[in-house]
Nanobody, 125 residues
Framework: VQLQASGGGLVQAGGSLRLSCACS????????MAWFRQAPGKDREFVGA????????YYGDSVKGRFIISRDDAKNTVYLQMNSLRPEDTALYYC???????????????????WGQGTQVTVSS
């Protein structure tokens, strides 16, 4: 499974971006898909996750109400719509895929088996 994240860039505070994560090698339909982010000097932070078939979504407290995770299994792609961006959202954003993830671990980065290379998001004030 290879994951390729894209869509990052420089945006002003209050703006929006949509990240994409394209998967190759296997269908994402069997995986829980997630986004994490990491800012310099900080730990990797859970952003959001979406269960198989989009049945349930989960968000980190800092992005809840502003970000939306979605998936298109036909395109083998997962998305992260980011609205009302803040300077503190500046980070390298990673997509991840995992199987057999239970609810108690869905926010833990080490529960995921496959990772993309990351796409940089920079929000200016």
């Amino acid at each position: 499974v290879q994951l390729q994240a894209s869509g990052g860039g420089l945006v002003q505070a209050g703006g929006s971006l949509r990240l994409s994560c394209a998967c190759s090698g296997r269908s994402i339909s069997q995986y829980t898909m997630a986004w994490f982010r990491q800012a310099p000097g900080k730990d990797r932070e859970f952003v959001g996750a979406i269960r198989r078939s989009g049945s349930n979504t989960y968000y980190g407290d800092s992005v809840k109400g502003r970000f939306i995770i979605s998936r298109d299994d036909a395109k083998n792609t997962v998305y992260l719509q980011m609205n009302s961006l803040r300077p503190e959202d500046t980070a390298l954003y990673y997509c991840a895929a995992g199987s057999g993830i239970i609810i108690s671990t869905i926010r833990l980065w080490n529960a995921y088996n496959y990772w993309g290379q990351g796409t940089q998001v920079t929000v200016s004030s």
